[in-house]
Every structure is written in structure tokens, then in C-alpha cells.
């Protein structure tokens, strides 16, 4: 999914959020619905994307797909261990008790945030709504990995 259209949809989030609950719910979705995909960035560039600022700001209106024809880049699971961290309802789950615990709305909305990208990404990923558990894909690795492989070459991301 294009970068773009995860900024578009948190900065409507946000609005809302903001217009409700303040600056910080605002902030919240904002910074983690729409720039959750920071963890893409270092895969993109090991795979072929020039690291320019005038191409990486070009590659947030780009899908995957687009990405890949044009820098020749290739498509996959980033190695970082920030993407199966950021990528995961347990991740959701860990801000919105951490936002409770400290009454932050900060954090809470961050939550809704990450709920809001993740919903958004379901199609591209193999496996539906159960690659998002970290504890899912860390029992059924196999089933994943050959999910994956499948899923990649069929799926518009």
C-alpha cells in the first residue's frame, strides 16, 4: 500500500481525533497510523532505492509494485526487527495498556493508530488478520513463509 494513503487516512483520523480529545490523541494517530511504515525504509534502500531525499519523498506515492518496476527493488518481509515489532496487535495492545496505565492520550490514540494502519494493510500480507500477531507468526513460521511466497506474486500491493 502506498505510504500516502496510510498519511491520508491518519491525518483524517487525526482531525477527527483532535477535534474530540486534543492535540495529543491528534498527534498520536497521526505519527503512528501514518508513518508506521518507517520501518520499510531501510529494506527499500538494501533493495535497490536510491537513498536521495528526492526519491525516498517521491516512494511514499508509490506502491510496492510501483517501487519494484521502477528501482528494481525486491518485494518482501523486512529483515529489521522493528517490522514484526511495529506490525503487530500485541504492539497495539502494549500502547493502549501502557496509555492507560499512565493516562496518556498520547499513547491511546497511538494504539488506534497502529489498529487503523494495520486494518488498512490486511491485503497485503499473506494470511489475513493473523499475520498481525507476532505470537501467531512465531508459532506458524512455515505456514507463513510458504503464504508469503504465494501471496507476494499475486496481491496488487
Same mark, same amino acid.
Given at each position: 500500500m502506498r505510504a500516502i494513503t496510510h498519511i491520508k487516512a491518519s491525518t483524517a483520523a487525526a482531525v477527527i481525533a483532535?477535534? %474530540? =480529545? &486534543?492535540?495529543?490523541?491528534?498527534?498520536? +494517530?497521526? *505519527?503512528? &497510523?501514518?508513518? *508506521?511504515?518507517?520501518?520499510? %525504509?531501510?529494506?527499500? #534502500? @538494501?533493495?535497490?532505492?536510491? =537513498? @536521495?531525499?528526492?526519491?525516498?519523498?517521491?516512494? +511514499?506515492? /508509490?506502491?510496492? /509494485?510501483? *517501487?519494484?518496476?521502477?528501482? =528494481? #527493488? @525486491?518485494? &518482501? %518481509?523486512? =529483515? @529489521?526487527?522493528?517490522?514484526? %515489532?511495529f506490525h503487530c496487535v500485541e504492539f497495539v495492545f502494549l500502547l493502549e495498556v501502557s496509555g492507560f496505565l499512565l493516562e496518556s492520550s498520547f499513547l491511546m490514540a497511538a494504539g488506534i493508530g497502529v489498529l487503523l494502519h494495520l486494518l488498512m494493510d490486511i491485503r497485503s500480507y499473506p494470511c489475513g488478520i493473523s499475520f498481525f500477531s507476532i505470537i501467531w507468526r512465531c508459532m506458524k513460521k512455515q505456514k507463513l513463509m510458504t503464504e508469503w511466497q504465494t501471496h507476494r506474486s499475486t496481491v496488487m500491493c
Open positions: 483532535g477535534a %474530540v =480529545s &486534543g492535540t495529543p490523541a491528534a498527534a498520536g +494517530i497521526f *505519527l503512528f &497510523g501514518g508513518f *508506521l511504515d518507517v520501518d520499510h %525504509v531501510t529494506h527499500f #534502500i @538494501s533493495s535497490g532505492l536510491p =537513498s @536521495s531525499p528526492g526519491t525516498l519523498f517521491k516512494s +511514499i506515492f /508509490m506502491n510496492e /509494485m510501483q *517501487l519494484e518496476k521502477t528501482y =528494481s #527493488i @525486491s518485494r &518482501g %518481509v523486512p =529483515s @529489521s526487527w522493528t517490522f514484526p %515489532v
